[in-house]
């Protein structure tokens, strides 16, 4: 973009045809060609030819970010993550659909890996995190949280805005499985989707186990 002190509106590349070669996985290269009439008093360099004192010339910069629905997982995690919604597959797809008002449940499940060969199995896993995503429009209960902690389910929780709970295992037993069922109300109308949820071990924060996000459709109340 252009406009005085490095401002202006940034120029979005793209197009259909772009975006379906850039979401595929692997090493992709961006060629940027820029075309402009030069200010009086310069001339344009023409094509091979090798620039001097009076070429005409403009500072750019090229910035590039994306996102992903749900990342890769890492290899090495050494637990692995599903979480669920009630009322989902109503229509036959992946989304679940609730009322305004109604009250749903996510269920958390969390599965540590076997023992490695040579490993005494009464060990078990250092401090274990799991990350649920939660779609905007749905509304987790403080009171049932800290009811989830005092059974023993979790050692410790926190949240992360409205749209991520975090859980906290001091440790976790080899081929051990966890479940947390988290009830939630669907608060406003409308299709909305959580970000994606996670779990690792606390020392290996790099090595994530990833799943689809939360999909829910909020219907209004009769």
Not at 114 to 126: C, I
């Amino acid at each position: 973009g252009g406009g005085g002190g490095g401002g202006g509106e940034p120029l979005q590349l793209g197009g259909a045809e772009a975006e379906a070669k850039l979401s595929t996985a692997g090493d992709h290269s961006v060629e940027v060609e820029l075309e402009f009439d030069p200010p009086k008093g310069t001339q344009k360099r023409k094509e091979g030819e090798k620039g001097g004192e009076e070429e005409a010339s403009m500072p750019f910069s090229i910035d590039a970010s994306w996102s992903v629905t749900k990342p890769t997982d890492d290899q090495g995690c050494a637990v692995s993550l599903s979480t669920s919604l009630s009322n989902t597959g109503g229509k036959g797809d992946a989304r679940a659909y609730m009322k305004e008002g109604e009250i749903g449940e996510i269920t958390l499940t969390l599965r540590s890996m076997e023992a490695p060969d040579g490993t005494d199995a009464k060990e078990g896993l250092p401090m274990v995190v799991a990350i649920v995503g939660v779609p905007s429009s749905l509304e987790v209960d403080d009171a049932r949280l800290k009811l989830i902690k005092k059974e023993g389910l979790v050692d410790f929780y926190e949240r992360m805005g409205a749209t991520e709970m975090v859980f906290y295992w001091r440790g976790m037993a080899y081929g051990a499985e966890k479940k947390v069922v988290i009830p939630v109300t669907a608060s406003i109308p409308g299709t909305y989707t959580g970000r994606s949820s996670r779990a690792y071990l606390y020392y290996e924060s790099e090595k994530k186990s990833w799943v689809p996000p939360l999909e829910v459709e909020v219907e209004p109340a009769a």
